[in-house]
């Protein structure tokens, strides 16, 4: 029963999230925020465990889009092809870029993603077959109906990642991927097979980023080069260290955080007697305070250091043994 | 073969800027370990500035100086937030500067909007023999070389310039010796800020900077320091003129709006290929 | 000179140093000898400043400088730079490095060179020059010996003995080799554990076979030797 138990909140969670889109009117929002979750819990399971930055991981989103784009309108293969193959085709690049990348010092991973985000870019406005500057329309639908069954299905995919991820943790794999976070040259002693653990877990990343690319290629049938700009990414990583790296559900709260966050800041900018630059001001202005904030006083983010705090308080009222 | 000529000479000019901004990062990576993401907007900065108090008609010469000034200025701050806590892993020290540039992004878009802007430089051409050259791309040329003779006379030959160098090289016998390691740290981030901003100020006449400029120089200047292996400014200096004259050549040759991007390939192939020496190393 | 009392080193959960006193008198020279993680480094580091005291009291009366275990040199600067770096502390007059080629003459030549490219002797005479550049009444020093032949290290004892004799500087070194170390210091203290467990006149210490057995291993076996 006790393998069980860290299930459980995956299933409230589910439940919960059954019922949200039924209660908002924005569907688009509530989609970006959940293929958002889907980036982000892989993307801070990665940034926890390697203790790296991926500062290009939109690139890996935008391959996903493009595999459905390409497969289904340029080549006319049925949908549900391009669903499978996006995220297989991410991770694949994922290998490509992290197996020589990630032997590297941290930032030499931050900016060779960033770099390759760039450069899919690069290749998206010039290519015709992807796109050539114009971007791809017209992508055929993967489901029949609006875009309720488009929120369904990211949903499930979401819950599914959650629960991917929780057995990963739980697992051997896992065990050896917190002892890499405690300290690398400890983990390798004791056997654990450090680059090839850091290379599986960030493929397993660009394939969660993959199928989110993939859903965002049905939802919005339009993908080009300025869909997926390093600004996303960027944003994917402040989501990911606020919500606390190396945690499932960091990753959750962090998206939410940031949501919220960037939807009063919005709503703040449209305020009368503002100028009009009081948008993207605002917006980056409140990534910066939030990401300084968090890494130099909540350096674990939010998730962790509530739950460490809830273990003190714990420890404190339960009387010890020892007297 | 002119037109050859001036692809090359309009290179080494973008190159020079490229190892501004390059040794930028390989100052204060050297001294801290820390990679500092700000660098290309302490370069925007210094151009937007520059541009400015130009136009406030703060004669020429006086204006680019300061604009150069206030960018070591912006660098310092940066290094005193980054540099806040001591201990902090190289790994949040990266994210802590990203989420700076962030602010950098919105101080920029709240003054200067988000259109670029271009202040006026030197005018007029050189002749090189058949060749005329811009005037502008001659200086930056030759104040980057002053700059980095300058550079290598103060770590070389003055004694924070030493010291400096000698918190790099050991920073436990540092201490041992009486060099305040976070002061040298400081001093680091300072003249970043002033090179990146005196890359701004050159670059800003010929190419017309707003606050979308930063992550390309970033990216540029950051390749050049690779070559370097973030911690010799003159293989930047090679690597960037390397990095410069062949965007150019592309770009003249092939099409115009690959340089960045051509930047980004060669930097990847370098950091692929030297992987076995840029190995993982725990934060200082 | 240099006086210890009760001193208690703690890092984190762990004690270093358990309540250690010693006295270094102005112009002697001192050993403090003992096993691997006994304390000896930290002691040093105590007395530098480089580690926070838990309690205990330190009474230096003059400037003291650390020769530091595994010479910790400046690898990519010069010898010379190396050396003026030893006197940050001191006013930029007085920093002339020309003090030190006087005492070791060997390393005149090789002023320009690259400290981390010299060999092992080398690099720990350029480590004893810069710590005389900031003209120090004590001079501190951690495993002189360490990776270098017998040869070199009896070299480089003569050259403390010298200093100590020209200058009056006062030295306490920390040392595993100590045959080397007796040779030099006319006393010693040995620790084990973070608490000095033996002090006294180095050939008082020599004699007694108890203390060779368990501290002094090598002096025992040296001494049996024919």
């Known amino acids: 029963m006790r393998r069980l138990a860290p299930y459980i909140p995956i299933a409230a969670f589910a439940v919960a999230a059954l019922v949200v889109p039924l209660l908002m009117r924005d569907l688009t929002f509530v989609m970006q925020t959940v293929l958002s979750m889907i980036v982000v819990v892989g993307l801070s399971l990665f940034m926890g465990y390697a203790g790296q930055a991926s500062l290009g991981h939109a690139a890996f989103v935008a391959v ?38 990630l032997r590297l010092r941290g930032h030499y991973l931050a900016f060779g993603t960033l770099a390759v985000l760039l450069l899919v870019q690069l290749v998206m406005s010039t290519v015709p077959l ?8 017209g992508i055929p639908p993967l489901l029949p109906g609006g875009q309720l069954g488009y929120v369904y299905l990211a949903i499930a995919v979401l819950v599914g990642a959650l629960v991917v991820s929780q057995h990963l943790v739980d697992s051997r794999f896992g065990r050896g991927m917190r002892a890499l976070r405690g300290s690398e040259t400890a983990a390798a002693s004791s056997g654990v097979p450090v680059l090839r653990s850091k290379i599986q877990v960030f493929a397993l990343s660009a394939v969660f980023a993959g199928f989110a690319g993939a859903l965002s290629a049905f939802f919005i049938p339009y993908v080009s080069q300025d869909s997926f700009p390093p600004s996303k990414s960027f944003e994917y990583v402040i989501m990911a260290v606020v919500g606390g790296l190396g945690s499932l559900w960091g990753g959750i709260v962090g998206v939410l955080v940031i949501s919220v966050l960037l939807q009063t800041l919005n709503f703040l900018s449209t305020m009368p ?6 948008g993207p001001t605002l917006q980056f202005a409140g990534y910066a305070v939030v990401l300084v904030v968090v890494l130099l006083f909540l350096p674990n983010g939010i998730v962790p250091s509530i739950q460490s705090a809830w273990r003190r308080r714990r420890a404190r009222l339960v009387p010890t043994n020892a007297g | 073969m002119t037109t050859f000529l001036t692809y090359i000479a309009s290179g080494l000019a973008v190159g020079a800027s490229f190892a501004l901004i390059g040794s930028g990062f390989v100052v204060v990576h050297r001294v801290t370990n820390v990679v500092n993401f700000t660098q290309g907007t302490l370069t925007v900065l210094g151009g937007l500035i520059s541009y400015s108090l130009l136009s406030m008609a703060i004669p020429h010469g006086l204006g680019e100086v300061a604009a150069v000034l206030i ?35 919105a101080i920029i878009i709240l003054v200067w909007g988000q259109n670029p802007v271009s202040p006026p430089g030197i005018e007029g051409s ?54 305040d390691v976070r002061r040298m740290g400081l001093a680091a981030f300072a003249i970043a800020g002033a090179l990146g901003g005196l890359a701004g100020v050159l670059l800003a006449p010929t190419l017309p900077l707003s606050v979308y400029s930063d992550l390309p120089l970033a990216l540029s200047g950051f390749a050049a320091a690779v070559f370097g292996g973030l911690s010799s400014p003159g293989r930047t200096l090679i690597g960037a003129m390397v990095l410069g004259v062949s965007g150019q050549l592309v770009a003249g040759y092939i099409n115009g709006s690959f340089q960045t991007q051509l930047a980004l390939v060669m930097m990847l192939v370098v950091m692929i290929a030297r992987h076995r020496s840029l190995t993982t190393e725990e934060a200082k | 000179m240099l006086h210890i009392r009760d001193l208690v080193v703690t890092y984190g959960a762990a004690t270093a140093l358990d309540g250690v006193s010693l006295d270094v008198e102005a112009g002697e020279m001192v050993a403090l000898v003992g096993p691997n993680g006994a304390g000896k480094t930290t002691t040093l580091n105590a007395i530098s400043g480089v580690v926070p005291t838990a309690s205990g009291t330190i009474e230096n009366g003059g400037r003291s400088a650390q020769v530091p275990e595994g010479r910790q040199l400046f690898a990519d600067l010069s010898v010379d730079d190396n050396l003026r770096l030893g006197a940050w502390r001191m006013p930029r007059r007085d920093r002339n490095t020309e003090r030190v080629y006087a005492v070791m003459p060997d390393l005149r030549p090789l002023r320009r060179q690259r400290a981390g490219l010299l060999s092992g002797g080398q690099q720990q005479m350029v480590a004893i020059g810069r710590a005389l550049m ?48 007796f040779d030099l210091c006319s006393r010693a203290y040995v620790i084990e554990a973070g608490r000095v467990v033996a002090e006294g006149p180095t050939d008082v210490l020599r004699a007694d076979p108890q203390l060779a057995a368990i501290y002094l291993g090598t002096a025992m076996t040296r001494s049996e030797t024919p």
Do not use: Y
């Open chain 1, 273 to 278: 007697g503002l100028p009009a630059t009081a």
């Open chain 1, 130 to 137: 992807f796109g050539g500057g114009v971007g791809i329309m």
């Open chain 2, 126 to 179: 050189i002749a090189f023999g058949s060749v005329s050259i811009e005037s502008q791309r001659v200086l930056i040329v030759v104040v980057t070389l002053a700059v980095f003779g300058a550079m290598w006379l103060f770590f070389e030959r003055t004694d924070l310039g030493r010291a400096m160098s000698a918190a790099a090289s050991n920073q436990r016998a540092a201490r041992l010796v009486g060099i």
């Open chain 2, 71 to 105: 960018a070591a200025v912006a660098g310092l701050l940066v290094g005193l937030v980054t540099l806040s806590r001591p201990g902090t892993p190289a790994f949040v020290a990266l994210l802590v500067t990203l989420g700076l540039s962030f602010l950098g992004t």
């Open chain 3, 134 to 181: 900031a003209r120090p009444d004590v001079l501190l020093i951690d495993e002189l010996s360490l990776g270098l032949a017998p040869l070199i290290a009896a070299r480089l004892i003569e050259h403390l003995r010298e200093i100590n004799r020209d200058e009056g500087t006062t030295i306490l070194l920390v040392e595993q080799e100590v045959d080397l170390a």
């Open chain 1, 64 to 101: 996903g889009a493009l595999t459905v784009a390409v497969l289904c309108r340029q080549l006319g293969l049925p949908p549900v092809v391009g669903l499978l193959a996006a995220p297989v085709i991410a991770g694949i690049f994922a290998v490509a870029v992290g197996a020589p990348l």
